[in-house]
């Protein structure tokens, strides 16, 4: 767990940066207090966007575990921006590994500025990982339901993973050990209700995700839900937990699940790109 970890760590905090050293960062501080890199993903948090007839609601992106505003999130940023949203993407939970429902009261109150700001009545959500699952707890408990209008998780850990240590291995990681498969916090989370609210709920995932095992713990069920697995509509792509984001097919999926009523609709002519 550790080793996979460490991976998460590099790649989504430096990797795509450039920056030297998660390997010695890793060893000399805890997880916990690893700070942001401090920039925003491409075309995101222009506090003077406005949105338009065409484009209602802001897209609010949201990181997973490990990862800060701009980690593997620029190609998502920058799509959004194109396709003409308001595009906001926050820093929260210590790189997402407090607790997730501190975590759900800071995207709760980044919400209200960003609605605040803009003057929108509600936000579209698109989350990857923790960021796909952690935003259906300010939906369930604080309010979240009557703000969103839509939530697309990419490899969403929604039902947890089995890729985990015992119980208080992930040291300085509350929210890893919340994310294992067998949680009191997910059992409370999904239960009765997995999509609870008037809420449109997509979740994109891929069948070489290593870090959300198995990929259809993402899954949702609920009459607003609909699960897309890429290689059911590109057998071809490769895509794994980490590169989800950055994904074309994926990302064509966003797009879709914002640009329409309801959630993705599966047989949407959204292939290989």
């Known amino acids: 767990m550790r080793a996979l970890l460490a991976l998460v760590i590099a790649v989504t905090s430096f990797g795509t940066l450039g920056v030297a050293g ?19 993903p491409l075309g995101a948090n222009d506090w003077e966007c406005r949105p338009t007839a065409e484009r209602p609601h802001p897209a609010v992106i949201v990181h997973g575990t490990f990862g800060d505003r701009a980690s593997l999130l620029d190609a998502l940023s920058y799509s959004l921006k194109s396709e003409g949203y308001c595009v906001f993407a ?8 407090g607790p997730i429902e501190e975590s759900a009261r800071e995207l709760d109150e980044y919400v209200d500025r960003v609605l605040a700001t803009t003057g929108a009545a509600r936000v579209s959500l698109v989350g990857h990982s923790q960021g796909g699952m952690m935003p259906r707890y300010y939906i369930k408990y604080l309010g979240g339901e ?5 939530l697309v998780g990419l490899a969403p850990s929604n039902h947890g993973t089995t890729v985990t240590g015992e119980s208080g291995s992930t040291q300085g990681c509350e929210s890893c050990d919340q994310q294992a498969a067998d949680s009191a916090f997910l059992e409370a989370l999904n239960n009765p209700d997995e999509t609870p609210g008037d809420v449109d709920y997509t979740q994109v995932v891929t069948r070489y995700d290593e870090v959300v095992v198995p990929y259809t713990s993402g899954f949702l069920t609920g009459d607003r ?3 897309i697995t890429l290689q059911d509509h ?40």
């Open 22 to 40: 998660p390997a010695q960062a890793a060893a000399d501080q805890p997880w916990s207090s690893y700070p942001s890199l401090d920039r925003d």
């Open 90 to 97: 926050l820093d929260y939970g210590n790189r997402a590994t």
């Open 146 to 150: 009557t703000l969103v209008e839509d």
């Open 225 to 227: 839900s609909t699960n």
């Open 234 to 273: 590109c057998p071809a792509n490769t895509a794994e937990h980490l590169t989800i984001p950055m994904d074309r097919q994926a990302i064509a999926w966003v797009l879709h699940a914002f640009d329409r009523e309801g959630p993705a609709d599966p047989g949407a002519p959204i292939g290989c790109l």
